[in-house]
Nanobody, 127 residues
Framework: QVQVLESGGGLVQAGDSLRLSCTTS????????MGWFRQPPGKERQFVAA????????AVADSVKDRFTFSKDNPKNTVTLQMNSLKPEDTAVYYC????????????????????WGQGTQVTVSS
């Protein structure tokens, strides 16, 4: 059974930075394409960033493209979402997801494409 575990959320002020980390237990990160999604209050879950199994192919949503960075460290079994210059509209529950795929260099941006999800971590940005 694969578990996806997120950490690093919290309450910050606008302009601050946060780093979210995610690990997969039960299997190593190299086996999965990974993604970050977020769900603002009262809204649907939305794509934030995605990365391929190898970590070489990355996609980031336009709304956060210049502020968020997504990386994968397969030996450490960890993916990291570095969030800089946070804005109040970034407030949401952030979810890490893993997709079991044989494709090494493909990332996935759809909620329905992922097989495993973490519990979510709250990020609150005050103005």
């Amino acid at each position: 059974q694969v578990q996806v575990l997120e950490s690093g959320g919290g309450l910050v002020q606008a302009g601050d930075s946060l780093r979210l980390s995610c690990t997969t237990s039960g299997s190593t990160a190299i086996n999965y394409a990974m993604g970050w999604f977020r769900q603002p209050p009262g809204k649907e879950r939305q794509f934030v960033a995605a990365i391929s199994r190898t970590g070489d192919e990355i996609a980031v949503a336009d709304s956060v493209k210049d502020r968020f960075t997504f990386s994968k460290d397969n030996p450490k079994n960890t993916v990291t979402l570095q969030m800089n210059s946070l804005k109040p509209e970034d407030t949401a529950v952030y979810y890490c997801a893993a997709k079991d795929t044989y494709r090494l260099t493909v990332y996935y941006t759809g909620v329905s494409e992922y097989d495993y999800w973490g519990q979510g971590t709250q990020v609150t940005v005050s103005s």
